[in-house]
Each structure stands twice: as structure tokens, then as C-alpha cells.
């Protein structure tokens, strides 16, 4: 609004259009615009292709075929479906629950007993370290993996057999029993960083005096990690669960380099299986199905994570008022 006096001495006002809320909101989507249609073309309209192929018998070649529900039908009845998912769930916890919990054991510890005691560029150097897996592209870091698990003359079984545990000496991709657990222990090398990264900058945000006012009474450190420090970065922990979930149930770089699936299966996991039987059965139609489905739980596992998170979030504000 701005105010002029005209001759005479009467006051008006005049409405300043810059300052309009709808223009204002018209002058933002300009701005939303470029990834609004980044969105449209990179992700929404492949689905909606991959969808459509989904319902259709193809190899890849010539015309395909319409088959309606018939690939989902099938799938419904499909172990090896079933069993890449119940994999998946492994991988859950390989990258969500396990990153998570320690990732905040160690964020803490950190933050609160590294920091102070030694030094913040003590604790500045250990977050890298512990955030380097992040770094390495995931073809390298199975590579290397690969070679530390081998059965002959890996890097592990070496160690066991120069410290007299040579009876434990293993296969540790190649035997069944063992080879997702390996994969698993991996994917929590390689995911630990990310929630720890992320912890430590949610306590940067903690009030100092909550945790003087514990220490003057006395709370050690394991209860002012309890009474302080979880329900502090309570958002931080809805946002990496649910982005480690996501990350979990789409895994494919290190199944691909470190198993490929196997042995006999193993190890698979949906985003495998699909690639596989789109390209290497051509059961192109089938394998986009496989796809579909996927997304379709992940979409609503991520709705349900903000969700969850928006609750949250405005129970604290509640107390708070």
C-alpha cells in the first residue's frame, strides 16, 4: 500500500501491485516452471510408458502384443518375485535400520564427546571418513568389495588365515547361505555416512544449555542422548529413514557388481529382477510390470514417511504453543 497527499491535503491510498499475493504466487511458478517440466519429461512420462508397456506381451521386437492384467496376474503367483522382495526387506535393514541406529549412536558421540573432548576438526575428520563410501561410485566400491570377499585370495579370508582363523575361511559371495548377508554388510559400509552426516547437522541446531542443564544434574551420556538428543533431530530421523528406505528397495549397482542375483537367486532383489527379465529373458512386457509395481510401493511408502513426519512435526509445534 502506499499513501500520497495530494493538493489540498486529503490522504489517499493506492493498491501496489508488486505487493499483490496472487502475483506474487504467479511470479514463483515462473520459477517452478524448468523442473516442473524436468519432472514431466524424466519421470512422468516414462512411467506412463513403462506402464503401458506393462500391459502388453513383448521381447523388445516387432509389435507387442496387448495383454491387459495378465503380466500382474502372473507376478501374483511368481516365487522369484515374492522372494526378490522378501530380499528387499533384508536390505531394509542393511540400509535403513542399521545406518540409521548407529549412524545416530556415533553422531552423538561425535558431537558430544569427540567434539568437546578433542577437538570439532577431530570429529570434522572422522565425519569424513565415515561419509567417504558416500563419495565412491558404487561400481568402484563393489570392485574392491568383490576383491576383499574373494574366496581364494581375497583381502578377509588372507586376514582370518595370518591370524590363525583359518577355519573360518569362506566363500562369502558365492555360498548361499552367506552371500546376501555379505551384500548386506557392505550396503551398511556404504550407506553409514549419510545418516551420520545428517545427525550431526540436526544437533547443530540443539540449545547448548539443554545438555549443561543435564550434565550439572548429573545425566550421563547415554541419558542425554536419550532425553535430549532423540527427541531434538526427530525430523532428521523420519527423513533419513525414509530416504534410506527408498534407497533400500530400489538397490541395484552393488547387487549387480558384487552377485548378480545370485548364487541361484539369492541375493536378488525387484530392481534386479526386473533388469534381468526385461533384457536378458526379453520379457520386456513382464519385466516393465516388475518395475511398475515397484514404483508403486515406493511411491506409497514415501507418501507414508511425509506423512509421518508432518504429524510429528506438528506435535512438537503443539507442545511448543
Known sequence: MTVTVERGGRVTGKQDRSLHPRRARDSYALFLLPGALAFLAVVIVPFLMNTGVSLTDWQGVGSPEWA????????????????SFRHSLFMVVAMAALPTAVGLVLAAALFDYVGKHFGSRTAAVLRACFYLPQ???????????SWILAPDDGSLNELLQAVGLGSWRQDWLGDPDLALYSVMGVMVWVQLGFPLVVFMAGLERVDPQLYEAAELDGAGWWRRFAHITLPQIRPEIYVVLTWCTIAALKVFGAVYVLTKGGPGGATNVPSYFSFATFFEKTQVGYGAAISTVLTVIILALS????RLQTRAQDAEEGLRT
Do not use: H, K, Q
Open 303 to 306: 507418501l507414508v514417511g511425509l
Open 135 to 145: 563419495v565412491l561410485p558404487i561400481a568402484v566400491a563393489g570392485i574392491v568389495w
Open 68 to 83: 491387459g492384467l495378465a503380466n500382474y496376474r502372473e507376478l501374483l503367483d511368481d516365487a522369484e518375485f515374492w522372494e
